[in-house]
């Protein structure tokens, strides 16, 4: 899950004119001679023809000229195509390269490098657990993983099948530690609130919100494969005796399953326009809330 403290970012071809139009009353000589402005060899300046239409002579050359007036110059930057389009950060990776950028500005500087968030809680090697608290983060857990896995097989829009059996699966695991916990004779309980206002959100959004429904898919799974590990093993540590639960168990490479579903979301993401990919960043920070609300339920 992700962290317990959780966006959005073109600009036309060329923002500001590099051209300074020429009055209709002028008119091109043709004896008109092009010279190059010196201090910059990518750049042209263009004398502007006379408003007689007639040319002078000037040391025995043929110039274009305007009497009483001095001469304009239209300058063309070679470099302004260059420098128009905006680069967003990540994008030369792909797109889940820019998710994961936009991610990381959510953490706080003791969970990532990238993090710009304030904390909010104590970190997670100065929690206090409970066996009771962590179950119910656990129930809230699977009941999201239910629905994921639910409105991925049902794939209300053709790209979810995409991600079916990607192996970063988690309800099977998940209801393997419950009936652990429930033969060491603990009382399991119902999902509570958190889980069920996220897993609810997760289910509309999925019916109209690809872009949006692909962003919670990417931070929830792929925030478990890191952060979450960690917090797993720091739990058990604490309250259940160093067990492993199979939530943080993969079968296969866990970094090539990772890679795997990389390469399908930034196929997905191909299709999709620049506002499209901007909608999907913006949502990064709900998924964020939603997931720390469930996380925080281990210190109930």
């Known amino acids: 899950m992700a962290s317990l403290t959780p966006i959005s970012q073109s600009q036309p071809l060329f923002n500001k004119t590099q051209f300074k139009p020429i009055s209709q009353s002028q008119s091109f000589s043709g004896n008109t001679q092009f010279k190059p402005f010196k201090k910059n060899p990518h ?3 263009f004398p502007s023809p006379s408003s007689t239409g007639k040319s002078s002579s000037v ?4 110039a274009a000229g ?3 007036k001095k001469n304009t110059a239209v300058v063309v930057s070679a470099t302004a195509a260059a420098t128009a389009k905006k680069r967003y950060p990540g994008e030369a990776k792909g797109f889940v390269e820019e998710m994961r950028f936009v991610a990381m500005k959510l953490h706080t500087k003791d969970q990532a490098r990238e993090g710009e968030k304030e904390a909010e809680a104590p ?5 206090e657990p409970t066996v009771d608290g962590y179950l119910r983060f656990l129930v809230d ?3 999201v993983y239910d629905t994921l896995e639910a409105i991925v097989e049902r794939a209300a829009f053709p790209e979810y099948a995409e991600f079916r059996n990607t192996g970063l699966e ?3 695991s998940l209801a393997k530690d419950l009936e652990w916990f429930k033969e060491q004779g603990y009382t399991i309980p119902e999902p509570s609130s958190p889980g069920v206002t996220y897993a609810n959100y997760l289910q509309e959004l999925s019916e109209k919100d690809p872009q949006s429904f692909i962003c919670h898919f990417y931070n929830i799974y792929f925030a478990h494969s890191a952060g979450g590990r960690m917090i797993g093993k720091k739990v058990a540590e604490k309250i259940l005796n160093k067990k492993e639960l199979e939530f943080y168990k993969w079968n296969g490479d866990l970094s090539q399953l990772l ?10 993401a191909e299709s999709w326009t620049r ?8 949502e990064t920070e709900k998924s964020f809330k939603y997931s720390g609300d469930i996380l925080r339920l281990i210190l109930s």
């Open 66 to 68: 305007m009497r009483g």
């Open 275 to 282: 506002e499209e990919k901007n909608h999907c960043l913006e």
């Open 123 to 127: 970190p997670v090697a100065k929690w």
């Open 43 to 45: 750049t042209m300046v």
């Open 59 to 62: 040391g025995g050359s043929s």
């Open 141 to 143: 857990s699977k009941f």
């Open 170 to 172: 988690r309800s099977e």
């Open 259 to 268: 890679q795997n579903v990389r390469d399908k979301l930034n196929r997905v």
